[in-house]
């Protein structure tokens, strides 16, 4: 069975700190696929990125930075410079069922940045 | 393209109604997919559908419904609402080709049954 845990369940930073949402998950397949949803306060789920378990290069995007580790089943995400607009759920997702492609979410990080 | 559109976007029943909500995208996706999103817990899988006419179980059926007559759409069905299933539903959708491309998600539907 699949799993991903999001320990952290809320956090708060002043804007322009750093911040680093945690996500461990758990599978017994050599093949899978991560990902990093956002839902604003608005309520929509915006898809980030989109890692495959073979691909451990962490990546960067403007302000948003990846991390994974297949050592240590992670995939962290890291805002820098961190702004009001940041402020969200946050969601990592497993895939491993390439016949149905489902998702299995952790339960969300809600970030909220302090102006 | 509108993507994928939900209705309706909110929608308050009585215990023992029954209800449908309408999943429809217009980018030719095979995969469509309903969740339920509650407080702490995510979200999690009701029912899928990986093409016209199939549907399958996911993590949460029971008391749910589910019908691909056409591709673009997605129907959920509540025969009987209870307390329980009072949350808020996202229908996604994802096209066939490509392992591990992402889903679309649609903009919700809160239901709360009374």
């Known amino acids: 069975a699949q799993k991903v845990t999001q320990a952290q369940t809320e956090i708060s930073v002043v804007e322009k700190e750093d911040v680093t949402l945690d996500c461990v998950y758990e599978t017994r397949d050599t093949t899978y696929y991560l990902f990093w949803y956002k839902q604003p306060p608005s309520g929509e789920l915006v898809f980030l990125i989109r890692?495959?378990?073979?691909?451990?290069q962490n990546e960067i995007s403007g302000r948003y930075s990846w991390n994974f580790q297949k050592s240590t089943s992670s995939f962290n995400f890291t805002i820098t410079a961190s702004q009001v607009v940041d402020s969200a759920v946050y969601f990592c997702a497993l895939s491993t069922d390439f016949g149905n492609e489902k998702l299995t979410f952790g339960t969300g990080t809600r970030l909220t940045i302090i102006p | 393209n509108a993507g994928v559109t939900q209705t309706p976007k909110f929608r308050v029943l009585k215990t023992g109604q029954s209800m449908t909500l309408l999943c429809a995208q217009d980018m030719n996706h095979e995969y469509m997919y309903w969740y339920r999103q509650d407080p702490g817990m995510g979200l999690r899988l009701i029912h899928y559908s990986v093409g016209e006419g199939t549907t399958a179980k996911g993590e949460v059926p029971d008391g749910y419904n589910v019908s691909r007559l056409k591709k673009q759409n997605f129907l959920l069905g509540l025969e009987s609402a209870a307390p329980s299933q009072t949350s808020v539903y996202f229908c996604?959708?994802?096209?066939?080709?490509?392992?591990?491309?992402?889903?679309?998600f649609g903009p919700g539907t809160r239901l709360t049954v009374l």
């Open positions: 890692r495959n378990s073979f691909d451990e």
């Open positions: 996604a959708s994802r096209p066939l080709a490509g392992v591990g491309n992402e889903q679309f």
